[in-house]
């Protein structure tokens, strides 16, 4: 019997992204409730569903989990986004922590900044990628050879989150990922697994955020 999943978060990318792109590499079918109502928010509050009344909520065979990166270290032990051993582990565990330190730098948040200030919040974003988790980034995607992965011979959930970041770089500017060697052979190589080519050309993939998205989620969040 297939797993029943549904995920409930706004109409869209931010910190429910990862999850997506690591269902969608896992072949999984999955529903969304996308969040609007303030009413509704506190509605699944009231409910207990989310212990911390955050989002996003992925609700799973009758669980209820909520916190990102609980959610996506659940997914990948369920669906072998792991390895077989502590050491590969460790390290998995270790880059996935950068990539999302480097997601932190504020990617899904530039819209909420002053239209006057976002060009250079947007700088510095690219800035530090560049100076900081690019070059490390790449040393280790050559560490592990032309395989292609943070990891091993497969694909780990370290890749994923990677992913999410690089594709954020990707739509701000193509150049430090297109110079990049490993790094791009590292986007090419994931973007063209069948799951997430999938996911990434389909409908289920959100556009970058506007103006009108952060209007939603402020709404939705009672702001």
């Keep these: 019997m297939a797993d029943e999943v549904k995920l409930t978060y706004f109409a ?4 429910a992204e990862s999850i997506r792109l690591l269902m969608a590499a896992a072949g999984l079918k999955w529903t ?6 303030p009413d509704r928010v506190t509605q699944i509050r009231n409910e207990g569903l989310v212990m911390f009344g955050q989002f996003p909520l992925l609700q799973i065979n009758g669980m209820n989990l909520v916190q990102a990166q609980a959610i996506i270290r659940y997914l990948a032990n369920k669906y072998g986004f792991v390895a077989d051993n502590l050491e590969e582990n460790a390290r998995i565990d270790m880059l996935a922590m950068g990539a ?3 997601f932190g730098l504020g990617f899904a ?3 909420f900044h002053p239209v006057e ?19 490390a980034f790449e040393k280790a995607l050559k560490e592990n050879g032309s395989k292609g992965y943070l990891v091993g011979d497969t694909m780990t959930v370290a890749d994923i989150i990677l992913l999410d970041v690089v594709l954020w770089v990707w739509e701000l500017d193509q150049t430090l990922v297109k ?3 490993e790094l791009k052979a590292f986007y090419d190589k994931m973007t063209s697994h069948p799951g997430l080519q999938k996911y990434l050309n389909g409908p289920g993939r959100f556009p970058p ?5 952060i209007q939603d989620v402020k709404r939705a969040l009672g702001f």
């Excluded at 969304?32 to 109502?37: A, I, K």
């Excluded at 700088?123 to 530090?128: A, N, S, V």
Aim: aromatic share 6%; proline share 5%.
């Design 100 to 102: 999302g330190d480097w």
């Design 12 to 15: 869209g990318r931010g910190r």
């Design 109 to 111: 948040g530039i819209l």
């Design 179 to 181: 110079e990049s060697t």
């Design 209 to 213: 955020p506007d103006d009108a998205y």
């Design 117 to 135: 200030k976002r060009e250079n919040v947007i700088k510095g974003i690219l800035e530090k990628s560049k100076s900081r988790y690019i070059p």
């Design 32 to 37: 969304e409730e996308h969040l609007t109502d």
